[in-house]
């Protein structure tokens, strides 16, 4: 398996290198599946332009654009953060150690994405950095099939839901939602705020060809 990523050296690493190497990574996996880039968007529901941005590392996706991308390529979305990776099967107890987890930066959030090695969960678990809300810039909702659930760890952190009011939680509160309806995270406070957050997927998308 991949060496972890260890918060220590985090600061060492700049947000560039991750996305070059992410666009690498799904280049990789284009190539792999013999897919061109048009066909991988039409396949993700993404623009050609946005997947050619992310793969030349200009850009990168909030966790529902990229649940998108893996399922245009028929992997699952914890290939895109690690190329080698175990099934989770039947019975299997997994551990994850403090500093395991690959880091994935976007304008406005940072995940660090746990068990990145354990492909075909039926959960995506990940930790989030987040911002206050007037600091943050967004066009849209985030939306993707499948169920998931909030808990805040340090801070508070409202969530802004299209067609609701917002739920502010303060540390040690939690929500479970539907992740179809367009939600955002932002901290409440001037601080920001750490969550932990875990989205279902809703099906299994095909093992990757090994031709």
């Not at 280049?27 to 013999?34: A, D, L, N, V």
């Not at 850009?59 to 893996?70: G, I, N, V």
């Not at 354990?118 to 169920?147: A, N, Q, V």
Request: aromatic share 8%; glycine share 8%; proline share 6%.
């Amino acid at each position: 398996m991949d060496k972890p990523t260890d918060r220590r050296a985090l600061k060492l690493t700049e947000p560039a290198d991750r996305r070059v190497r992410m666009g690498e990574r799904l280049r990789e996996i284009r190539h792999e599946r013999g897919l061109t880039l048009a066909e991988v968007a039409k396949r993700s529901r993404l623009a050609v332009s946005t997947v050619s941005k992310v793969e030349r590392g200009l850009m990168a996706l909030t966790y529902d654009r990229f649940s998108q991308l893996a399922d245009g390529l028929g992997v699952d979305v914890s290939a895109l953060f690690s190329e080698h990776g175990e099934r989770f099967r039947p019975g299997e107890v997994a551990v994850s150690r403090v500093g395991e987890f690959r880091l994935h930066e976007t304008e406005n959030y940072s995940y660090e994405m746990l068990f990145p090695d354990l492909w075909h969960k039926g959960m995506t678990p990940m930790l989030g950095t987040l911002r206050p809300l007037e600091t943050m810039r967004f066009d849209r909702f985030i939306s993707h099939d499948g169920e998931e659930f909030a808990f805040v760890i340090e801070g508070s952190v409202t969530i802004h839901f299209q067609d609701l009011e917002p739920v502010t939680l303060a540390t040690g509160e939690s929500a479970y939602f539907d992740s179809g309806r367009g939600h955002l995270y932002a901290a409440a406070g001037p601080d920001g705020a750490r969550m932990l957050v875990v989205c279902t997927r809703p099906f299994e998308p095909p093992e990757p060809s090994s031709t």
